[in-house]
């Protein structure tokens, strides 16, 4: 494994989740039921997330070198657009897991709340931008378990703020320049992987 690499995709995808509806989600659970059982639950739901992205783009990696970098840079341009366009939808999402937990017993035991949790993030991430990078990072690098940890990682951390003072976080960071920033990052990931692609590198 490789620490390079688990800190590269942990860098990108930590900010990409920051602002996305992973944070809104497990805010709004985190305010229905106690801390602990949500964070296993969309911590769970994560580790599944990744695996399958993580062995999908471990699939791709087997592919010739230049086709892939060529599709994973696409992909890496196409996230740098989406992190760029996807302001406002906090709200949106924040109001949608809302009526989702509408009829869940705001007291309910530690197994109902954790279920709760990972149903709710697993339908929410999946096909995500987040799982689609974590595959594209899988296909460049070709280190699923140095992807993998980053991935997790930046998910989990991500989840622990969102439990432990979302709300406040949210006055305090302009997410949307964190959103801004991690557009960017990926812009620079696809064309470097571009440039790889065209062999340059």
Do not use: N
């Not at 949790?117 to 995500?128: H, K, M, N, P, R």
């Not at 980053?150 to 959103?179: C, E, T």
């Amino acid at each position: 494994m490789s620490p390079l690499i688990a800190l590269t995709v942990f860098a990108l995808i930590f900010p990409a989740e920051l602002p996305d509806k992973t944070f809104v989600a497990t805010l709004v659970l985190s305010t229905r039921f106690a801390p602990w059982p949500v964070f296993v639950g969309v911590a769970s739901a994560f580790v599944v997330q990744t695996t399958v992205a993580v062995v999908t783009g471990g699939l791709v990696s087997l592919l010739p070198e230049r086709p892939v970098h060529a599709v994973t840079a696409g992909l890496f341009a196409l996230g740098a657009v989406l992190m760029l366009r996807s302001g406002g939808e906090a709200a949106d999402e924040e109001r949608e897991v809302t009526e989702e937990l509408a009829d869940e017993p705001p007291t309910t035991s530690f197994k109902r709340a954790a279920l709760t949790s990972f149903g709710v993030l697993f339908a929410a991430e999946w096909g995500d931008l987040s799982q689609v990078l974590t595959a594209s990072f899988a296909a460049k690098y070709g280190d699923a378990v140095a992807v993998f940890v980053g991935a997790v990682l930046a998910l989990w951390i991500v989840a622990g703020l969102a439990i432990i003072g979302g709300r406040a976080l949210l006055r305090v960071v302009p997410l949307d320049w964190v959103r801004r920033a991690a557009a960017g990052a990926f812009g620079v990931i696809a064309v470097v992987t571009a440039l790889e692609a065209g062999g340059v590198f």
